[in-house]
């Protein structure tokens, strides 16, 4: 009898990813994609970029639909607790007796980070959320409102920050007001004049949300060097990411819960992910065990094992 294999679906904010594991987690095949983000979008493509990395990563691996045991999906802008349905007809589609484990992006990052089904999760990437999973299975999130409403400390809202300050120093006294961090920007982006980000923004491809947060990263090394606008923007970060997790536990009543940490900006050392572990108290950044479309195929196994105990 073949071995049960299991895949994972993980449509983050800005990124599809599909693998296919065993029963020990080895990878048998994984790939990487554009956004399924159905917020972002749409839903009609993205079920079908989720169907292409779903079919894809068979083909990787050499295997037909019916090897697969379980599929874990956790796809941003359409959880489980308001998408089912969708995500249901989504996963049958490619996998049509493959038994559906339907989540979060936010879960698969917890259940990968901690190989467990409890703790609490801060993610910071495109946006920011921290999600919650008690022993008895009771669970919480705060924030993830997306970049229109909320998401504050993530990606977006970290660019956000920059631009808002070039522009109001242009509007306070012209080119010659703007912070050097501003002057660094605009010769990051080739930029002659401020007034010019308004064209830059805008562009329809690949859209304001993706573009802004794309300066992210340039923050971060500009608050590693020292800029001190950088700095300040990034302590705010910090504190707003703090504050996610730091309810998140009072809410749930839940103090002593191991953090993991999740995201593009959280998932590496660097100026901020040591600035969030210090004001946590933690001794150092946590380190996920498992990618989160490998925590989507770990709860598949989990809850496909749950339905077949001798």
């Not at 080895?26 to 993205?46: D, F, H, K, Y």
């Not at 295997?63 to 379980?70: F, G, S, T, Y």
């Not at 489980?80 to 989504?90: E, G, I, M, P, V």
């Not at 998140?248 to 100026?271: M, P, V």
Request: overall charge positive; glycine content about 10%.
């Amino acid at each position: 009898m073949n071995e049960p294999l299991f895949m994972g679906v993980d449509g983050g904010g800005s990124t599809l990813r599909v693998a296919i594991v065993d029963a020990t987690l080895s990878t048998l095949s994984s790939l990487r994609a554009e956004s399924v983000n159905p917020s972002i979008v749409g839903r009609g493509l993205s079920r079908e970029r989720i169907l292409g990395g779903m079919l894809e990563a068979l083909r990787l691996a050499g295997l037909r639909p019916e090897r697969i045991a379980a599929v874990g999906i956790g796809i941003a802008g359409a959880s489980n607790s308001h998408s089912a349905d969708w995500l249901r007809k989504t996963v049958k589609r490619a996998l049509p007796d493959s038994y559906p484990a339907l989540s979060s992006d936010l879960e698969i990052a917890l259940v990968g980070a901690l190989a467990r089904r409890h703790g609490v999760l801060l993610l910071a990437g495109t946006g920011s959320a921290a999600y919650g999973i008690k022993p008895d299975g009771e669970r919480l999130q705060v924030g993830g409102w997306g970049y229109l409403l909320g998401d504050e400390g993530g990606s977006f809202w970290i660019g956000t920050q920059l631009l808002r300050h070039v522009a109001r120093a242009e509007d306070a006294g012209g080119e010659q007001c703007l912070p050097e961090l501003g002057r660094a920007c605009l010769d990051l982006l080739e930029l002659s004049r401020a007034r010019e980000l308004v064209a830059w923004v805008y562009r329809s491809k690949p859209g304001p949300a993706v573009r802004i947060a794309s300066l992210a990263p340039f923050v971060l090394d500009q608050a590693a060097s020292g800029d001190t606008l950088a700095i300040d923007i990034m302590r705010r970060a910090a504190q707003h990411l703090v504050d996610l997790a730091e309810t998140t536990q009072r809410r749930l009543k839940y103090s002593k819960a191991e953090i993991a940490f999740a995201g593009g900006l959280l998932d590496k050392d660097n100026w901020l992910s040591a600035e969030v572990a210090r004001r946590l108290g933690l001794l150092e950044r946590p380190v996920a065990k498992y990618a989160p479309v490998t925590g989507a195929a770990l709860l598949a196994k989990l809850e496909w094992s749950a339905q077949h105990k001798p």
